[in-house]
Protein backbone atom coordinates (compact mmCIF):
# COMPACT_ATOMS: atom_id res chain seq x y z
CA UNK A 1 0.00 0.00 0.00
CA UNK A 2 1.23 3.71 -0.66
CA UNK A 3 0.92 6.40 1.48
CA UNK A 4 -0.31 8.79 -1.61
CA UNK A 5 -2.23 8.06 -4.45
CA UNK A 6 -2.28 10.68 -7.63
CA UNK A 7 -5.52 10.82 -9.87
CA UNK A 8 -3.92 9.25 -12.18
CA UNK A 9 -1.33 6.59 -12.13
CA UNK A 10 -0.46 3.03 -13.98
CA UNK A 11 0.89 -0.12 -12.62
CA UNK A 12 1.77 -3.91 -14.11
CA UNK A 13 -0.51 -6.41 -12.30
CA UNK A 14 1.10 -10.00 -12.58
CA UNK A 15 -1.75 -11.47 -13.16
CA UNK A 16 -4.36 -12.73 -16.58
CA UNK A 17 -7.26 -11.01 -17.56
CA UNK A 18 -9.65 -14.03 -16.29
CA UNK A 19 -8.09 -13.92 -12.84
CA UNK A 20 -7.89 -9.42 -12.55
CA UNK A 21 -12.04 -10.29 -13.63
CA UNK A 22 -12.59 -13.01 -11.10
CA UNK A 23 -11.35 -10.43 -8.28
CA UNK A 24 -12.02 -7.14 -9.55
CA UNK A 25 -15.87 -7.27 -8.00
CA UNK A 26 -14.66 -8.34 -4.70
CA UNK A 27 -11.79 -5.33 -4.66
CA UNK A 28 -14.52 -2.74 -5.84
CA UNK A 29 -16.68 -3.77 -3.00
CA UNK A 30 -20.29 -1.97 -2.45
CA UNK A 31 -19.77 0.87 -5.05
CA UNK A 32 -22.00 0.63 -8.04
CA UNK A 33 -19.74 -0.04 -11.50
CA UNK A 34 -20.03 -1.06 -15.08
CA UNK A 35 -17.72 -2.39 -17.48
CA UNK A 36 -17.23 -0.98 -20.52
CA UNK A 37 -14.69 -3.25 -23.02
CA UNK A 38 -11.48 -3.62 -20.94
CA UNK A 39 -12.21 -1.23 -18.15
CA UNK A 40 -14.80 -0.21 -15.68
CA UNK A 41 -16.56 2.96 -14.50
CA UNK A 42 -16.74 3.05 -10.80
CA UNK A 43 -19.45 5.50 -8.51
CA UNK A 44 -17.28 6.63 -5.06
CA UNK A 45 -18.86 8.58 -3.04
CA UNK A 46 -19.41 11.98 -4.81
CA UNK A 47 -16.74 11.03 -7.43
CA UNK A 48 -15.83 8.48 -9.52
CA UNK A 49 -12.46 5.74 -10.81
CA UNK A 50 -12.23 4.69 -14.23
CA UNK A 51 -10.19 1.38 -14.47
CA UNK A 52 -8.77 0.28 -18.11
CA UNK A 53 -6.26 -2.29 -18.38
CA UNK A 54 -4.63 -4.16 -21.42
CA UNK A 55 -2.65 -7.75 -21.71
CA UNK A 56 1.30 -6.81 -21.64
CA UNK A 57 4.00 -9.25 -22.06
CA UNK A 58 5.00 -11.70 -19.86
CA UNK A 59 7.39 -11.14 -17.58
CA UNK A 60 10.26 -13.99 -18.00
CA UNK A 61 12.78 -14.65 -14.92
CA UNK A 62 14.85 -17.56 -16.05
CA UNK A 63 12.17 -20.48 -17.17
CA UNK A 64 9.24 -18.74 -14.84
CA UNK A 65 7.10 -17.07 -17.28
CA UNK A 66 4.31 -14.55 -15.27
CA UNK A 67 1.30 -13.02 -16.88
CA UNK A 68 0.93 -9.11 -16.62
CA UNK A 69 -1.86 -6.64 -17.20
CA UNK A 70 -0.83 -2.66 -17.45
CA UNK A 71 -3.85 -1.26 -15.64
CA UNK A 72 -4.24 2.99 -15.34
CA UNK A 73 -6.47 4.47 -13.33
CA UNK A 74 -7.82 7.62 -13.52
CA UNK A 75 -9.87 9.28 -10.43
CA UNK A 76 -12.41 11.97 -10.59
CA UNK A 77 -13.79 14.28 -7.92
CA UNK A 78 -12.08 12.29 -5.28
CA UNK A 79 -9.60 14.16 -2.84
CA UNK A 80 -6.60 12.34 -1.23
CA UNK A 81 -8.21 11.11 1.35
CA UNK A 82 -11.05 9.67 -0.50
CA UNK A 83 -8.65 7.96 -3.16
CA UNK A 84 -6.35 6.66 0.18
CA UNK A 85 -9.13 5.21 1.37
CA UNK A 86 -10.61 3.59 -1.93
CA UNK A 87 -7.05 2.09 -2.34
CA UNK A 88 -6.42 0.79 0.45
CA UNK A 89 -9.36 -1.44 0.10
CA UNK A 90 -8.58 -2.34 -3.58
CA UNK A 91 -4.89 -3.21 -2.92
CA UNK A 92 -6.11 -5.81 -0.09
CA UNK A 93 -8.01 -7.29 -2.01
CA UNK A 94 -5.99 -7.46 -4.78
CA UNK A 95 -3.08 -8.70 -2.83
CA UNK A 96 -1.48 -11.94 -3.28
CA UNK A 97 1.63 -13.69 -1.87
CA UNK A 98 3.11 -16.85 -1.49
CA UNK A 99 4.33 -19.05 0.74
Request: with cysteine; aromatic share 8%.
Given at each position: MQSHYPEN?????????AQ???WLPA?????????I???VQAD???G????DWQPAPPRRI????????????AFQ?????QRHAFMKRFDLYMQRGGG
Open positions: FERDMGCTEWLGALGAHAWQRGAGIEASLRIALLRIPRLQVTFGLDDR
